[in-house]
């Protein structure tokens, strides 16, 4: 019995030699940056416990949007919009939003968005809602989303 068990620990620890130690250190990278542009958010109906805010962000190496906070809420949450059944679903985005590397991602009604979860107090037209918005690697970014009303094309007729 004695026997077996060293041999086993003899094995185990053969075993921890010889993987690799040679693992691929990350990019430390000290020039990962995000700009933030056209933050603004969506006048929550009243009562709504939560609202959507969008923003266009640039990533200067590949990142990840992964969440963030606010003071007018008690989390903000990276969603995504998806089908399922027909029907217009939103998850959170556990894993971040891709950054790709100079490229700007916009965040839009109908599509990926930041939702305020827990909202301190309505969102109302006309007011400024500091965000901070949280990366993989990049410092934290701070911006103040103005709350208004979408003005996509094709709004004035959907109010008919
Ligand atoms: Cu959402």
Not at 82 to 101: F, H, R, S, V, Y
Request: net charge negative; with cysteine.
């Amino acid at each position: 019995m004695k026997t077996h068990l060293s041999l086993a620990v003899a094995a185990l620890a053969l075993t921890a030699c010889n993987s690799p130690a040679d693992k691929p250190a990350p990019a430390a990278d000290a020039t990962a940056a995000v700009t933030a542009a056209d933050a603004w958010c969506r006048p929550s109906p009243n009562g709504a416990k939560a609202g959507g805010c969008y923003v266009t962000l640039t990533a200067a190496t590949d990142d990840r949007l992964t969440g963030g906070s606010t003071p007018r809420a008690a989390e903000l949450q990276v969603h995504e919009m998806k089908t399922e059944n027909g029907m217009m679903k939103m998850a959170q985005l556990t894993e971040g939003l891709p950054l790709p590397a100079g490229q700007a991602v916009g965040l839009a009604p109908g599509g990926n968005h930041l939702m305020l979860i827990g909202l301190t107090a309505p969102l109302v037209a006309g007011e400024t809602v500091p965000l901070t918005l949280k990366f993989a690697s990049a410092p934290e970014v701070t911006v103040q989303a103005a709350v208004r009303q979408p003005t996509m094309a094709g709004m004035d007729h959907a109010a008919h």
